[in-house]
């Protein structure tokens, strides 16, 4: 079983920001590709950013420039920093870890109001 342990969400004001990590296996994690959904209540989970193994990313329309998702293999842990939050991004966040199957982590909760 591949525990994904995720730290770092909260309430913030609009405009705010945060930074939330997802620590991995040190065994597997180099070869993993890694990203975050997330999923507001009533709505389905949608994928927010991505990495590959070799560092490519991807994000989705309503994060572009907003979030910024990376990863630091020495630490096996991958980021999502997340600025200029607005109250639609407020959601369950979760990170995942793909290789042949994917694993995820518990969820950790953001908030943005004022």
């Known amino acids: 079983q591949v525990q994904l342990v995720e730290s770092g969400g909260g309430l913030v004001q609009p405009g705010g920001s945060l930074r939330l990590s997802c620590a991995a296996p040190?065994?597997?994690?180099?070869?993993?590709?890694l990203g975050w959904y997330r999923q507001a209540p009533g709505k389905e989970r949608e994928l927010v950013a991505s990495?590959?193994?070799?560092?490519?990313?991807n994000y989705a329309e309503s994060v572009k420039g907003r979030f910024t998702i990376s990863r630091d293999n020495a630490r096996n842990t991958v980021y999502l920093q997340m600025n200029s939050l607005k109250p639609e991004d407020t959601a369950v966040y979760y990170c995942?870890?793909?290789?042949?199957?994917?694993?995820w982590g518990q969820g950790t909760q953001v908030t943005v109001s004022s």
């Open positions: 995942y870890l793909m290789l042949a199957v994917i694993y």
């Open positions: 040190g065994s597997i994690f180099r070869i993993s590709a």
């Open positions: 990495i590959t193994s070799g560092g490519s990313t």
